[in-house]
């Protein structure tokens, strides 16, 4: 009976050091569990909280690049608007050129036959002055021609000099179109490069007025 009692005795202490090792064996699995568990809660926190700090600077990036959009259409808008109107005075002044070209055309014809008439007369007066050496009865009757004559030389002389300031006044006036023509060209030319960089400038799909830029 000793020896079963010692026995009895031995198994339950086995049994009980068994039982007292699984429990601190459990607990030590569930401690470590817990602290697994709050390293990845601290992780999962950190990651939202880059993700939520990625989040805002994309929002900001979109609303700054939605403002950038919004200024290019401004600024394609007004570009579009100076380009009309700069094409509408270069319109208007090659018409006005053509005008002004066709005027000092009429103006050098009409100085040509002048200039012709008003040699026709000095042909006159000079074959009047020669007659007058050989034909002193007539002598009263030409000298009053040759005064009329010569007062219609003297206003053809007039005319032709009216002329000549027509012509260099409408010269100057060629001139200076040219040049206003040089300038609005030179306009035009730097209005469809600033509209061709506002096109660029727009990514994604572009407003109808960069179709052909």
């Known amino acids: 009976m000793s020896s079963i009692g010692r026995s009895l005795n031995i198994g ?100 040509a036959d002048t200039e012709d008439q008003l040699r026709q007369s000095r042909n006159r007066i000079d074959a009047l002055v020669a007659d007058l050496n050989d034909r002193e009865l007539i002598q009263a009757r030409l000298e009053d021609e040759l005064e009329n004559l010569e007062e219609i030389n003297d206003e053809l002389d007039d005319a032709n000099n009216d002329l000549e300031l027509q012509i260099r006044n409408l010269e100057t006036d060629v001139d200076s179109l040219e040049q206003e023509l040089a300038d609005l060209r030179s306009d035009v030319n730097r209005l469809e490069s600033d509209l061709e960089d506002a096109c660029s400038a727009i990514e994604g799909d572009k407003p109808p007025a960069c179709d052909g830029v």
Do not use: H, I, K, P
Request: overall charge negative; hydrophobic content about 35%; cysteine-free.
């Open 12 to 111: 339950l202490v086995a049994l009980v050091v068994l039982l007292t090792a699984g429990t601190v064996g459990a607990t030590m699995f569930f401690q470590y569990s817990v602290d697994s568990l709050d390293d990845q809660n601290e992780q999962l926190r950190e990651q939202n909280e880059a993700l939520e700090s990625d989040l805002s600077q994309t929002r900001q990036d979109l609303s700054s690049a939605n403002s950038e959009l919004d200024e290019l259409n401004s600024s394609l808008e007004r570009t579009q608007g100076d380009v009309a109107q700069v094409s509408n005075n270069l319109e208007a002044t090659e018409a006005r050129l053509d005008a002004t070209q066709t005027e000092l055309a009429d103006t050098r014809a009409r100085l």
